[in-house]
């Protein structure tokens, strides 16, 4: 599930995700000319757990992803981070839509 982040805390986008079967959360930021790289995804002062990996995109990273579901006219994005046990070259390897031109 990828969020942008505006007012609500971290842990409030990923309990939100995770109460509706959400594997994953994805938060981008705000602001889609952002390529600051260091964000602190902080606790809120809840108490809340989550059970789901959440991960930051910048805000530039995050609108190629929207615009590329966007332009394929899909809902979702089945997104797997590939791990390079075979040494094959990364440009022979098979892409995510939103790289792909």
């Known amino acids: 599930m990828l969020f942008v982040h505006r007012e609500c805390s971290f ?3 990923a309990m ?5 079967g959400a594997r994953g959360v994805i938060i981008s930021d705000n602001d889609p000319d952002s390529d600051d790289f260091y964000v602190e ?4 002062q809840s108490k809340r757990e ?4 959440v991960a930051f995109l ?3 990273n995050g609108r190629v992803i929207k615009n590329a579901l966007k332009r394929l006219k899909m809902d979702y994005a ?3 981070i590939p791990v390079n046990l075979t040494y094959v070259p990364i440009h022979k390897m098979n ?3 939103w790289m792909q031109i």
Do not use: F, T
Not at 16 to 20: G, Q
Not at 41 to 44: E, R, T, V
């Open 95 to 97: 892409q995510p839509p």
């Open 78 to 80: 089945l997104i797997n």
């Open 58 to 60: 910048v805000g530039k």
């Open 50 to 53: 989550i059970h789901i990996p």
């Open 41 to 44: 995804m902080i606790s809120d």
């Open 11 to 13: 842990v409030h986008k």
């Open 16 to 20: 939100i995700a995770e109460s509706i």
